[in-house]
């Protein structure tokens, strides 16, 4: 089946820093890439989708300019989180689209900020 | 983007069957209904998709209306390993929004 890499799977940064979560499908294309965040006991929030080569489309009220969205390959997206604040902390998830499966996840970053 | 509504959770015995109920009624046609788990701390797992059609695969079968606007996800025997929340969810072919999900609680 297809497989989306997701690293760090943890990070602990400090406040003001920057950090950057890649994602990578290892035996798919995926011109499309989804970028979630999911907080404690609630569901996946869509934060943006990314398209290979293009700008980033971001759901409303997600800053385009504190989470930045590079979908360079066709294989490989990532998130940077700007100037991280402690309300940044978050379950970060991505996810990939394959014909056969619908949406493949990554397993996750763990983001804390202190 | 349908609309989910699922139970917030439900429990099940071990070794029993745990049918998880969707409620999708704004699916359009050519939505497909997508199940998905996520255990705890780890990125959500693909379970089974369909698109008219009841299917079966090695970890559950799906049946769905007539109508497409609701269907179930079967876990025919339950395991502990089974506790998760699970996630119904339509897809065209572009975004997918994801409701509450049901978290689905196997006791021994």
């Known amino acids: 089946g297809a497989v989306v890499s997701q690293h760090p799977s943890r990070v602990i940064c400090k406040s003001g820093t920057s950090v950057k979560i890649e994602c990578r499908s290892l035996d798919f294309q995926a011109t499309t890439m989804f970028w979630y965040r999911q907080f404690p006991k609630q569901s996946l929030m869509l934060m943006a989708t990314s398209n290979e080569g293009s700008k980033a489309t971001y759901e409303q009220g997600v800053e385009k300019d504190k989470f930045l969205i590079n979908h360079a390959s066709l294989t490989l997206s990532t998130l940077t989180v700007t100037s991280a604040h402690p309300e940044d902390s978050s379950f970060y998830i991505c996810?990939?689209?394959?014909?056969?499966?619908?949406?493949?996840f990554g397993s996750g970053t763990r983001l804390t900020v202190v | 983007d349908a609309k989910t509504t699922q139970p917030t959770s439900m429990d099940c015995a071990e070794g029993r069957a745990a049918n998880l109920p969707c409620n999708h009624s704004t699916i359009s046609g050519n939505e497909y209904v997508y199940w998905y788990r996520q255990i705890h701390s780890q990125g959500p797992q693909y379970i089974i998709h369909g698109l008219k059609n009841n299917e079966t695969n090695e970890m559950a079968s799906l049946i769905i209306t007539e109508d497409r606007k609701s269907s179930t996800l079967i876990l025919p025997h339950a395991t502990l390993r089974d506790t998760a929340v699970y996630y119904c969810t339509g897809y065209g072919g572009f975004k997918t929004i994801f409701g509450a999900g049901t978290r689905l609680f196997v006791k021994a």
């Open positions: 996810s990939g689209t394959s014909a056969n499966y619908g949406y493949t």
